[in-house]
């Protein structure tokens, strides 16, 4: 492999192993600009590299209170949240639905984030004074609610190089193609309608907060989490994954790809437990099988 140093010198380094970890779009992006498997093409269908990119889809509802309700949401710890996990995944029966997937459903304290972590009623002002007036008003009379929804893969959502931009070294940047889905509006109008009873019945004075619209397209300008999952995905079949079921490039043996790049789809549950237990997984592979005998360790 090769890579510029600090003084911008180009270094060659030999490897008998390569573990690409640097994180899921990096991933993708490091095994296209290489060369490590055939590049997806959307209207072929064919190659695997970029395919079966998903994401998360989220909705969130904030339910403020009046100031005898004191919510107190700069403190908090991560493990003192509470979810509902009756809509995720296959914990119902979707039939008269018309999706798959679902979320937990959750409220988790953690000590709110500057600016994302001060939300206002429906018509505050942007900025400004009545705009501090709101945020001091509600600030420790509110509850967000989260529903980190699963999303699954589409023949149209994919990465790939970037025809027109480059980076500072002339490589081309990663592209991201992607838009929401009939599935994904119809299961996050159905996980919000759930979640907003809940608001419901906590009795607030005000709900804010709605799910995706028939024909709502995806927005950048809209925090969506930042759980991206696909591009380099684990399989069976050499012709529609990048990776094995050890996580090793079955087009180059001695490169193993741990990250949500190897997810099929997006889950329900936010990623990083499952990328540690794969990354484990593969590691065990490496060293009770690789090390002993470098090469493929699924036969094409
Ligand atoms: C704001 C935010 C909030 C998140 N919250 C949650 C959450 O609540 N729950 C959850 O499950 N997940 C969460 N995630 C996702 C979580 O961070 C990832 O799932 C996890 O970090 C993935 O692990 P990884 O080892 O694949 O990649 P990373 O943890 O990103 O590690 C990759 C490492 O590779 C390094 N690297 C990249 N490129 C190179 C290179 N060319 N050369 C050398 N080093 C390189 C990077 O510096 C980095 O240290 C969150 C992510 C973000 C950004």
Same mark, same amino acid.
């Given at each position: 492999?090769?890579?510029?140093?600090?003084?911008?010198?180009?270094?060659?380094q030999p490897a008998d192993l390569v573990i690409l970890s640097a994180f899921q779009f990096h991933n993708v992006h490091l095994m296209l600009l290489s060369g490590i498997g !055939?590049?997806?093409?959307?209207? @072929?269908?064919?190659?695997?590299?970029?395919?079966?990119?998903?994401y998360q889809n989220i909705s969130?509802? !904030?339910?403020?209170?009046?100031?005898?309700?004191?919510?107190?949401?700069?403190i908090g710890a991560g493990g003192a949240g509470v979810g509902v996990d009756d809509f995720n995944a296959d914990n119902f029966d979707h039939g008269k639905y018309g999706f798959v997937g679902?979320?937990?459903?959750?409220?988790?304290?953690?000590?709110?984030?500057?600016?994302?972590? =001060?939300p206002v009623p429906q018509g505050t002002p942007g900025w400004g004074s009545k705009w501090k007036a709101a945020v001091a008003d509600h600030y420790t009379h509110h509850v967000s609610m989260d529903a980190h929804g699963a999303h699954q893969s589409y023949r149209n959502n994919y =990465?790939? =190089?970037?025809?027109?931009? !480059?980076d500072a070294y002339g490589q081309p940047l990663l592209r991201m193609t992607f838009d929401w889905q009939d599935n994904d509006i119809k299961m996050s109008q159905f996980m919000h309608h759930r979640?907003?009873?809940?608001?419901?019945?906590?009795?607030? !004075?005000?709900?804010?907060?709605?799910?995706?619209?028939?024909?709502?397209?995806?927005?950048? %300008?809209?925090?969506? @989490? %930042?759980?991206?999952?696909?591009?380099?995905?684990?399989?069976?079949?050499?012709q529609t994954s990048a990776l094995n079921r050890y996580l090793q490039s079955w087009d180059v043996p001695n490169v193993f790809v741990p990250g949500a790049s190897a997810f099929p789809q997006g889950l329900g549950y936010n990623p990083t437990?499952?990328?540690a237990a794969l990354t484990y997984w593969s590691a065990q592979a490496i060293r009770e099988q690789y090390l002993k005998n470098p090469g493929p360790l699924v036969q094409a």
């Open positions: 492999m090769t890579y510029v140093d600090a003084q911008g010198r180009q270094v060659e !055939k590049p997806y093409n959307p209207i @072929t269908n064919e190659g695997v590299v970029g395919r079966n990119f998903a969130t509802i !904030k339910a403020f209170f009046g100031k005898d309700v004191h919510t107190n949401n700069f679902g979320s937990p459903f959750w409220v988790n304290q953690a000590g709110v984030k500057p600016i994302s972590g =001060l =990465l790939d =190089l970037d025809p027109n931009y !480059k979640m907003h009873k809940i608001a419901v019945a906590m009795n607030p !004075k005000e709900i804010i907060g709605a799910p995706k619209t028939q024909g709502a397209h995806f927005d950048t %300008t809209v925090y969506q @989490t %930042t759980h991206m999952n696909g591009g380099a995905i684990m399989g069976e079949d050499p437990g499952m990328v």
